[in-house]
């Protein structure tokens, strides 16, 4: 016994077939025409903005480029899928977060590094002991004496390389 299902009913689509005799040559669904409208209107607008005049060749071929471009997309478009479903996907695949694949980092230059005299390395904490404490003139501070060693004294500007 054959037992059938009623996806025979969502199979039905919903297309203009008007009058008899006059109906279109083709069969498109409702929702096919208005994504046809707006991917015309898309390739016309990119047209423009690239410098393509407005004359024959021009309009066929933004024709036929709609007409590809609407069949792929009526293609993925159905009951179980809506168009609205279809754009939202759309959407979060091109807004969704993505795994870095690029390699960080770029050209070094030294223009930025001040070249200026060797700076000593530190003394370890035994070393520090036997050292003689530094003499003070009592004109600069502990802190004026830092800025004046690490090059940013009163004489220069302030961000001079």
Do not use: C
């Amino acid at each position: 016994m054959l037992v059938r299902t009623d996806d025979e009913i969502y199979r039905v689509d919903s297309v203009w077939l008007g009058p008899p005799r006059a109906t279109f040559p083709w069969r498109a669904r409702y929702v096919s025409y208005g994504v046809g409208l707006l991917v015309m209107i898309g390739v016309m607008f990119l047209q423009r903005r690239v410098g393509i005049g407005l004359d024959f060749f021009s309009v066929a071929w933004a024709l036929v480029i709609t007409i590809v471009v609407t069949r792929f997309i009526g293609k993925r478009i159905n009951y179980e899928r809506p168009l609205g479903q279809v754009v939202e996907l759309f959407r979060h695949e091109i807004t969704g977060p993505r795994a870095r694949t690029a390699i960080g980092g770029g050209e070094v230059r030294s223009e930025h590094v001040r070249v200026g005299p060797v700076v000593r390395p530190r003394k370890s904490s035994a070393d520090r002991g036997s050292r003689q404490p530094a003499r003070t003139t009592g004109r600069t501070t502990g802190r004026a004496k830092g800025r004046a060693a690490a090059g940013r004294g009163k004489g220069r500007a302030r961000g001079a390389t």
